[in-house]
């Protein structure tokens, strides 16, 4: 979506005066996952090469592997089957896409080591290039920059935190242990989630920064829903009704603002986050109990709503303190306090 | 005496098929030249426009290409320690401008980053940028041109500016660069691909220099989409730009050539299509 926006802004934005033929770019690389779907959609309709990524650089720099696997491919099949130009052509366009997804992952992760010296920034991208063994233009593959690699390593954390909760739960039903109460469990998997900030805690308000940023916006929302999406289904969460929507709101309140806090956090071991966090919690379990629990009597409604209104008061407008933000600047921040 | 008719006749086939491969055809413009002609004709008209080529340029793109060149590079995002060699880029705008983005990065991120600083920080950061050069780790950008003129004048304009660090001059051709394997990080043409007789061994050339992971990055022009606008391109193309060039540089030839040899390059798609 993020791509097909950009895609439409750099068509729109090409000066199309008479005189100007429209200089074209030859450049690494346009996102992959689209990039394939739209080489797929476009081979089904028997027009291939239409949005092939290959670029030159990137071609010819995967020319040899190429020719290695083309060759490895054709000793594998059958002999006498035949295989037309253009479908070697389909064939190596598709390697080079899987080759380059894999490179901008490596590239990727190494560049999170250089993160606490260089920030969230195509510094840190290129320093990840060099230690891979590729240039540091390579970090050039990367449109949006250093917005990628923030984007990374969310999705990174979250397929992390997806993979320990299901480990967790199916070693209880092997157990056959007693499924823990639902506000430990969201504890519990909200702290793991935000424990995995902790390495890169000094530069973690610059990477919140950058997921705020526009062209990050579609992937950061996407990512804070599939984040508080898959802890409720973890958590048992199978509910039909408007429930979904209140449950992962609230949620998704609750993480904000407790990544908030952990920020400026000064505490041994985050200790006053996971009490913040208890809190939110418990405010926050009001409101779902009563309504699940309502038989419809006025007490236990106005219970529901005003727990829920502590909680997003609390998110959203909290009691104000001021707090040391920023230990080397001496800055200080207006952080809610329970 | 039949078997000296034969041979003589094989030698005439031979001689002929000789001839034949070494007269391969090109394109110059519109007109159907032999290959080794090409590359003598582009030289001699970039030696007439050297002069005004920055008035043709403009004339070419009614000044855009300057805001081209300025996207040129904010794509490139180059970093500090980068090495780029500019094919083609006689006149130095592209290595200029790479120059000027290197040295101007620092600067940026650190007003990106620190809003607030105290009045010490501040005074520090002064007797920083005193101390150090203005590239640092290395940053170097490599001109190559097949013109001695187009050099020449790029020479000059690179006197008068003030950061010249890691800026460096060689006169080569395109398709036999005067340089090692895998050097350069980004390899950059810009306006200079549609120029070249043998495109195919120009790419060659650039993957052998660049580094595993480098970039090879294209400036060209290429063919409008939308038909109207194409129209009226096509008006001021033919009819406006070589009389401007007998105007400006007292050279009609030099810009019909030009004019004609972005008719002929390939358009978008097919240049990003792998072959």
Same mark, same amino acid.
């Given at each position: 979506m993020a791509a097909l926006a950009r895609a439409a802004l750099r068509f729109l934005s090409r000066p199309s005066y008479g005189c100007v033929a429209g200089a074209s770019f030859l450049q690494s690389s346009v996102r992959p996952g689209l990039a394939r779907g739209i080489c797929t959609a476009s081979r089904l309709f028997g027009? %291939?090469?239409?949005?092939?990524?290959?670029?030159?650089? #990137?071609?010819?720099?995967?020319?040899?592997?190429?020719?290695?696997?083309t060759k490895e491919a054709k000793h594998e099949d059958d002999g006498s089957r035949k295989t037309s130009h253009s479908d070697d052509l389909e064939g190596e366009a598709i390697a080079g896409e899987e080759f380059e997804e894999q490179t901008k992952l490596r590239v990727l992760n190494r560049a999170l080591e250089f993160v606490p010296e260089y920030g969230w920034s195509m510094e840190a991208l290129a320093e990840g290039a060099e230690a891979e063994g590729?240039?540091?233009a390579a970090a050039g593959m990367f449109e949006q920059g250093a917005v990628e690699l923030v984007v990374h390593f969310v999705r990174e954390c979250n397929t992390q935190l997806r993979k320990q909760l299901t480990e967790e739960n199916a070693r209880l039903q092997q157990e056959q242990d007693e499924q823990r109460p639902v506000e430990e469990f969201l504890r519990d998997a909200l702290e793991s989630r935000l424990r995995m900030h902790i390495p890169y805690m000094d530069r973690w308000s610059q990477a919140m920064g950058l997921l705020l940023t526009p062209q990050a916006l579609p992937d950061s929302v996407c990512l804070l829903t599939e984040l508080v999406d898959e802890i409720w289904f973890? %958590?048992?969460?199978?509910?039909?009704d408007f429930n979904w929507y209140t449950r992962r709101g609230l949620l998704a309140a609750i993480y904000s603002a407790t990544e908030l806090v952990m920020i400026q956090d000064s505490s041994e071991d985050y200790e006053e986050t996971w009490?913040?966090?208890?809190?939110?919690? #418990?405010?926050?379990?009001?409101?779902?109990?009563? %309504?699940?629990?309502?038989?419809?009597?006025?007490?236990?409604?106005?219970?529901?709503?005003?727990? #829920? #209104?502590?909680?997003?008061?609390?998110?959203?407008?909290?009691?104000?303190?001021?707090?040391?933000?920023?230990?080397?600047?001496?800055?200080?921040?207006?952080?809610?306090?329970? | 005496m039949c078997f000296l008719r034969k041979a003589r006749g094989v030698a005439a086939a031979l001689a002929r098929r000789c001839l034949s491969v070494e007269a391969r055809k090109s394109n110059f413009g519109y007109e159907v030249v032999t290959e080794t002609e090409k590359t003598n004709k582009v030289y001699g008209v970039f030696q007439n426009v050297a002069k005004n080529y920055d008035?043709?340029?403009?004339?070419?793109?009614?000044?855009?290409?300057?805001?081209?060149?300025?996207?040129?590079?904010?794509?490139m995002n180059a970093t500090p320690g980068i090495r780029l060699l500019d094919v083609a880029g006689g006149?130095?705008?592209?290595?200029?401008?790479?120059?000027?983005?290197?040295?101007?990065?620092?600067?940026?991120?650190?007003?990106?980053?620190?809003?607030d600083l105290s009045w010490e920080e501040i005074s520090q950061m002064y007797e920083q940028r005193e101390?150090?050069?203005?590239?640092?780790?290395?940053?170097?950008?490599?001109?190559?041109?097949?013109?001695?003129?187009?050099?020449?004048?790029?020479?000059?304009?690179?006197?008068?500016?003030?950061?010249?660090?890691?800026?460096?001059?060689?006169?080569?051709?395109?398709?036999?660069?005067?340089?090692?394997?895998?050097k350069f990080d980004i390899y950059s043409i810009a306006f200079g691909i549609r120029n070249v007789t043998d495109i195919p061994r120009a790419l060659d050339e650039a993957?052998?220099?660049?580094?595993?992971?480098?970039?090879?990055?294209?400036?060209?022009?290429?063919?409008?989409?939308?038909?109207?606008?194409?129209?009226?391109?096509?008006?001021?193309?033919?009819?406006?730009?070589?009389?401007?060039?007998?105007?400006?540089?007292?050279?009609?030839?030099?810009?019909?050539?030009?004019?004609?040899?972005?008719?002929?390059?390939?358009?978008?798609?097919?240049?990003?299509?792998?072959?």
């Open positions: 027009d %291939a090469g239409e949005k092939s990524d290959g670029t030159l650089g #990137a071609h010819s720099m995967q020319e040899p592997q190429l020719e290695n696997e590729l240039s540091a973890q %958590a048992g969460d199978r509910s039909t009490s913040f966090l208890e809190h939110r919690l #418990a405010n926050a379990s009001l409101a779902t109990q009563a %309504a699940s629990q309502v038989k419809q009597t006025g007490e236990s409604l106005v219970q529901g709503v005003i727990g #829920a #209104a502590i909680t997003v008061s609390h998110c959203s407008a909290p009691n104000f303190v001021w707090v040391p933000f920023h230990k080397a600047q001496q800055k200080c921040v207006l952080v809610a306090v329970s | 008035t043709m340029n403009d004339a070419m793109s009614l000044g855009i290409h300057r805001w081209w060149k300025d996207s040129f590079m904010r794509l006149t130095g705008d592209i290595a200029f401008r790479f120059l000027d983005y290197i040295s101007s990065k620092p600067h940026r991120a650190f007003q990106k980053e620190e809003q101390g150090e050069q203005s590239i640092d780790k290395g940053s170097m950008v490599v001109v190559c041109d097949i013109n001695k003129e187009m050099l020449h004048i790029g020479q000059a304009r690179a006197r008068e500016r003030t950061n010249t660090n890691g800026l460096s001059w060689i006169l080569g051709n395109a398709e036999e660069l005067p340089v090692a394997d895998n993957y052998r220099v660049l580094r595993p992971g480098g970039r090879f990055m294209c400036l060209e022009f290429s063919h409008v989409t939308n038909p109207v606008v194409e129209r009226l391109y096509d008006i001021y193309s033919f009819q406006i730009i070589p009389v401007l060039g007998e105007v400006i540089a007292e050279d009609w030839k030099s810009y019909q050539y030009l004019v004609e040899s972005i008719r002929l390059f390939p358009d978008q798609s097919a240049k990003s299509r792998p072959n």
